[in-house]
């Protein structure tokens, strides 16, 4: 009974541990994320501003299965480790860029202008070996009005913190009707998943999520202004694991030993 006890207390405070915010931020967290509204459409009538620096609508971007990225350019924390993994998987895959899919990058910060955009792409194509293809990884801006239509339409729920903003790290995977069809969670990706997507996006089929954990293990930094991993967070839950089964361990062999006594 005594141990039952120590591991009832003990497992009181490492989920304790576990959810304690780790600034008064966090709890904000929670209001910033993917409302996730598969089977539903982006809102093609957004107005975009191409690296040409004309305006365009998103149904006349859209012709092919699309991988949307929602990012700001001048972002200190996920947003360009999100664009490198988007070249990362652009190199990888065995699909063309331009022809069997489009990857498009859309600024949320309205303030941002399409140079910044334009930096950005070259810094990426720089790096990468499909020089060619990743010409076609399109970069836009908008304005407020547009921005609160697109982010709305695709559940991409984001605050502003001071100059900076807390929002969530992933891309979208949309049919070329711009139908939502898939969240992709994360900074990185496998080829295979993001090639899978693609086809399911071709199909118009609806998948699920790909990298949900990282909603748990992502919290955001208030002095960075940035998510970082949740070491706390995910170590407490190891943690908490390794001691329950630790225990049961231990409380399985007295019991053993005991009816070996018995005996």
């Given at each position: 009974m005594s141990q039952f006890k120590a591991l009832l207390v003990l497992c009181i405070c490492l989920v304790s541990i576990s959810s304690y915010p780790q600034t008064p931020l966090f709890n904000q967290q929670m209001q910033v994320g993917f409302e996730e509204k598969q089977g539903q459409y982006a809102d093609l009538s957004t107005k975009l501003v191409n690296e040409?620096?004309?305006?365009?609508?998103l149904k006349n971007v859209i012709h092919r299965p699309t991988i949307l990225n929602l990012v700001y350019f001048q972002c200190a924390g996920t947003c360009s480790p999100l664009m490198w993994g988007i070249s990362k998987f652009i190199d990888g895959m065995d699909l063309q860029l331009g022809k069997d899919y489009d990857v498009i990058t859309i600024s949320f910060d309205p303030t941002e202008n399409i140079k910044l955009g334009i930096n950005k792409k070259a810094s990426y194509i720089?790096?990468?070996?499909?020089?060619?293809?990743?010409?076609?990884?399109?970069?836009?801006?908008?304005d407020s009005t547009d921005v609160a239509k697109l982010t709305k339409s695709v559940g991409f729920i984001y605050q502003?913190?001071?100059?900076?903003y807390v929002h969530p790290t992933g891309l979208i995977?949309?049919?070329?009707?711009?139908?939502?069809?898939?969240?992709?969670?994360?900074i990185d990706f496998l080829p295979f998943d993001?090639?899978?997507?693609?086809v399911e996006a071709a199909k118009g089929k609806i998948g699920p999520s790909i990298n949900r954990l990282l909603a748990i293990c992502y919290g955001y930094d208030s002095k960075g202004n940035q998510f970082v991993f949740n070491v706390t967070r995910v170590s407490a839950i190891v943690i908490l694991f390794m001691v329950v089964i630790f225990f049961i361990v231990l409380s399985l062999?007295?019991?053993?030993?005991?009816?070996?006594?018995?005996k």
């Open positions: 040409a620096g004309d305006t365009v609508l720089a790096t990468m070996k499909k020089k060619e293809d990743a010409k076609n990884w399109l970069f836009f801006v908008s502003k913190e001071n100059d900076q995977a949309l049919a070329a009707d711009g139908k939502i069809v898939r969240y992709l969670r994360g993001i090639k899978i997507t693609l062999s007295r019991i053993k030993f005991k009816k070996k006594v018995d």
